[in-house]
């Protein structure tokens, strides 16, 4: 058995999943302020079933759950550049006052087009590490210049950081940002800030399980509605920071059995809409506000909000009118807690576990999903057949890392297209990987 846990502002759902995927129980309880006593409670109210299942996935957001965010150390690896191009320009004043970070840009760092990496100023690299340590500040960003393609000067910078500052936690953006240098950036320092809050919730949940009796592994929904380890989640939390939405709005996809759904997801606070196509949420095409509202391009699902709090049900009616114009052909799917105040069709005990449970028995039956975009280099076809096998396996080790079971993982799709703007030669290649949660043995 699988179970999910929907952590929210109003209500925390439980969803236990048999072998085939049914809904074997649930539990509705309402929230509390600690993550660990809402989880604790709604286990005791699924009851002894809860013992059976063989993985957990809790799905929250950011936003449901606040915590503090830490101090960020944020190297820049590059040439020079204007002040209106420097290290946290495009963040809004709160995140900037929040975060609170030191900058520093140092000499180095390559291009997207497989041009040699300048030398890093391994100098300033250390007297940087070195500002910070007396700061008390141990969490580090790296991002440098051409990293999709080359990132060996942020490995070379991490390796610096980690001798000056023993146990710093660093981020580098090869790992976790887009190709553009400014938003690859923006993810990585994000990603840095959010590790206390990543480290309290899954502390605390997984403190809630054991105290339960719960042996089974657990992971964390990521913005795609994909799993990911708690182990993985604690070093790349940007990438779950709002998954509540798309795990709802896909598991009531799948339950309608519909192929095209625009999803209109009513939770405590507001109504969000997403689309969904042929199982898969519609994702943003342009860098937006991300995390702490900072501008990011990570590939989110593309949601639409709406502050329901002091909203009249004709604004709401509107919004979602707006909704499906711009998702056309598409059938229209209610879901959350409220759901049914705000007009979802039909009644009954039915339409209420469906619009409750949505997105914790998603979760639930969910898989373990990494990304990896990569630009790679090559004179010809021969070359390019061998790096994207390359990127390929990494993809592969990489979910494998996230928490699928190693027998299980699999290249979900692959894409790769010569990037126009750049000389021949550079192509830009998605990989998606996924495969099943690794399974723990149940109390």
Not at 231 to 247: D, G, L, Q, W
Request: neutral net charge.
């Amino acid at each position: 058995m699988r179970l999910g846990i929907d952590l929210g502002r109003a209500t925390c759902v439980a969803a236990l999943l048999d072998r085939d995927g049914r809904l074997a129980a649930h539990a509705v309880v309402d929230s509390t302020a600690g993550t660990a006593e809402s989880v604790r409670r709604v286990l005791a109210e699924l009851g002894p079933l809860a013992s059976a299942a063989e993985s957990v996935a809790l799905v929250t957001d950011l936003a449901r759950r606040p915590h503090a965010v830490r101090r960020v150390a944020l190297v820049r690896v590059a040439s020079g550049s204007h002040p209106a191009l420097a290290p946290l320009a495009d963040w809004p004043a709160p995140a900037r006052t929040a975060v609170d970070a030191l900058t520093a840009v140092v000499a180095g760092g390559g291009t997207v087009t497989g041009g040699p990496a300048a030398p890093l100023d391994r100098s300033a690299v250390a007297a940087f590490a070195r500002q910070a340590r007396a700061a008390d500040v141990s969490a580090f960003a790296v991002c440098a210049a051409g990293a999709p393609t080359h990132p060996g000067p942020e490995l070379e910078a991490a390796a610096v950081l980690a001798d000056v500052v023993p146990g710093a936690t660093i981020s580098l953006s090869h790992e976790i940002g887009s190709a553009g240098l400014r938003e690859r950036e923006n993810a990585t320092a994000v990603n840095a800030a959010l590790g206390d809050w990543a480290a309290h919730l899954a502390t605390e949940a997984a403190r809630a399980l054991r105290s339960a009796g719960l042996t089974a592994p657990l992971f964390f929904a990521r913005d795609d509605g994909g799993l990911v380890s708690a182990e993985y989640f604690r070093c790349y939390p940007v990438i779950a920071t709002v998954p509540t939405t798309a795990c709802a709005a896909r598991g009531a996809a799948a339950a309608a059995g519909v192929g095209r759904a625009l999803v209109v997801d009513a939770g405590a606070r507001s109504v969000r809409c997403l689309a969904v196509v042929d199982g898969e949420p519609e994702r943003a095409v342009r860098p937006g506000p991300g995390p702490l509202a900072v501008p990011v391009h990570l590939g989110s699902p593309d949601i639409h909000e709406y502050d329901s709090r002091q909203a009249e049900p004709e604004d709401l009616a509107r919004f979602v009118a707006r909704q499906r114009e711009r998702a056309a052909d598409t059938e229209l799917i209610y879901t959350g807690g409220g759901a049914e105040l705000i007009g979802a069709p039909g009644a009954g005990a039915d339409l209420r576990t469906r619009c409750l449970t949505d997105a914790a028995r998603f979760a639930a039956a969910s898989m373990c999903r990494v990304e990896h975009e990569q630009f790679v280099v090559v004179a010809g076809r021969a070359e390019f057949e061998q790096r994207l096998a390359a990127v390929r396996d990494h993809a592969l080790s990489r979910v494998v890392a996230a928490g699928a079971a190693p027998d299980t993982a699999h290249i979900e799709s692959i894409s790769h297209a010569p990037v126009a703007y750049l000389p021949a030669g550079v192509h830009r290649v998605t990989v998606r990987a996924a495969g099943r949660p690794a399974a723990g043995v149940p109390a």
